[in-house]
């Protein structure tokens, strides 16, 4: 699978099929997405609770460019569920191909993996978050589509929000929150993700869910003006990730990667397999977690 989607990738654009292949579409409007994601190993159709942009991250390696609000503002659910029935429907009745972004995509890319809670900024800011996740298990329940995964991304600042339990508590077991860890230290967190939020928060906020729960780690690690991450700090990740696991983490993977889409910020670059590869070594050697390259 991971072979056809870098052969995928590479056919669609050329080049090294590693780096900035993944570009999201927009089929019917703003408010749900398609793309072909590595991690998802194919066909992931996003439901974007922001695009208004707001987010309390400003990550180095973000793609979205463009002003982002200072409040986050409410999603509209009637119409973002209209959008994503339309677009499962594409999905569904394999119009997907006809698209000239999947012209050349293998059919087995092109079946859907995951509906993804995700966007333009942090989806757990979402006011009526509960309400967005709602309308997506209604749209799975009433069973015009085949039984699909729901994924949450999220940088998990909010995974303890009132608004946001009351939407998980909606997930299934087969349903998974994918939570972002990009940091050993509270200087690097800053340095990558541009926030004030204190790591042990995050920390916190993902053992909390995950004690309840397995959840997916997801850590993105870029190149910064040509550089990489310093040893230490990603011996203090993986310390991190051990801790977690030593207070009763469920974490069923972690998901080593880098920036996949080009950004605004040209100081920012993807970082060589090599490394990467590394990371991931570093991670199963030391905490005994299931880790994987994408």
Same mark, same amino acid.
């Given at each position: 699978? +991971?072979?056809?989607?870098?052969?995928?990738?590479?056919?669609?654009?050329?080049?090294?099929?590693?780096?900035?292949?993944?570009?999201?579409?927009?089929?019917? @409007?703003?408010?749900?997405? !398609?793309?072909?994601?590595?991690?998802?190993?194919?066909?992931?159709?996003?439901?974007?609770?922001?695009?208004? /942009?707001?987010?309390?991250?400003?990550?180095?390696?973000?793609?979205?460019?463009?002003?982002?609000?200072?409040?986050?503002?409410?999603?509209?659910?009637?119409?973002?569920?209209?959008?994503?029935?339309? $677009?499962?429907?594409?999905?569904?009745?394999?119009?997907?191909?006809?698209?000239?972004?999947?012209?050349?995509?293998?059919?087995?890319?092109?079946?859907?993996?995951?509906?993804?809670?995700?966007?333009? @900024? +942090?989806?757990?800011?979402?006011?009526?978050?509960?309400?967005?996740?709602? *309308?997506?298990?209604?749209?799975?329940?009433?069973? /015009?589509?085949?039984?699909?995964?729901?994924?949450?991304?999220?940088?998990? *600042?909010?995974?303890?929000?009132? +608004?946001?339990?009351?939407?998980? *508590?909606?997930? !299934?077991?087969?349903?998974?929150?994918?939570?972002?860890?990009?940091? @050993?230290?509270?200087?690097? &967190?800053?340095?990558?993700?541009?926030?004030?939020?204190?790591? +042990?928060?995050?920390?916190?906020?993902?053992?909390?869910?995950?004690?309840?729960?397995?959840?997916?780690?997801?850590?993105?690690?870029?190149?910064?003006?040509?550089?990489?991450?310093?040893?230490?700090?990603?011996?203090?990740?993986?310390?991190?990730? /051990?801790d977690l696991r030593d207070a009763g983490a469920q974490i069923s993977e972690v998901q080593v990667y880098s920036a996949h889409r080009p950004t605004p910020h040209a100081?920012? @670059?993807?970082?060589? &397999?090599?490394?990467? *590869?590394?990371?991931?070594?570093? $991670?199963?050697?030391?905490?005994?977690?299931?880790?994987?390259?994408?």
């Amino acid at each position: 699978m +991971e072979h056809e989607l870098k052969h995928a990738a590479k056919r669609k654009q050329g080049g090294d099929p590693a780096a900035f292949h993944y570009p999201r579409h927009f089929p019917q @409007g703003r408010s749900v997405y !398609t793309v072909i994601s590595p991690r998802a190993r194919g066909l992931s159709i996003g439901v974007n609770l922001n695009p208004d /942009r707001y987010c309390n991250f400003d990550c180095a390696y973000c793609e979205v460019a463009g002003p982002k609000a200072a409040q986050p503002a409410p999603c509209d659910v009637e119409h973002t569920s209209q959008e994503l029935e339309a $677009v499962l429907a594409l999905a569904h009745d394999n119009l997907l191909a006809r698209m000239p972004a999947y012209a050349q995509v293998p059919a087995d890319l092109l079946k859907l993996r995951e509906v993804a809670l995700s966007g333009d @900024g +942090e989806p757990t800011a979402c006011p009526n978050f509960s309400e967005v996740v709602a *309308s997506v298990i209604r749209i799975r329940a009433v069973g /015009r589509f085949p039984f699909y995964k729901v994924v949450l991304i999220t940088n998990a *600042s909010g995974l303890l929000e009132p +608004e946001v339990q009351n939407g998980l *508590s909606l997930l !299934t077991r087969r349903d998974e929150i994918w939570a972002k860890l990009d940091a @050993g230290t509270q200087a690097w &967190l800053e340095y990558v993700n541009h926030t004030s939020i204190r790591l +042990e928060t995050i920390l916190q906020n993902i053992l909390s869910v995950a004690r309840g729960r397995p959840v997916v780690i997801q850590s993105l690690f870029p190149l910064i003006q040509n550089a990489p991450p310093p040893p230490a700090e990603i011996e203090a990740y993986v310390n991190r990730l /051990r801790d977690l696991r030593d207070a009763g983490a469920q974490i069923s993977e972690v998901q080593v990667y880098s920036a996949h889409r080009p950004t605004p910020h040209a100081h920012c @670059g993807h970082l060589p &397999l090599r490394l990467l *590869s590394l990371i991931a070594r570093k $991670v199963r050697d030391q905490t005994g977690l299931a880790a994987e390259v994408y």
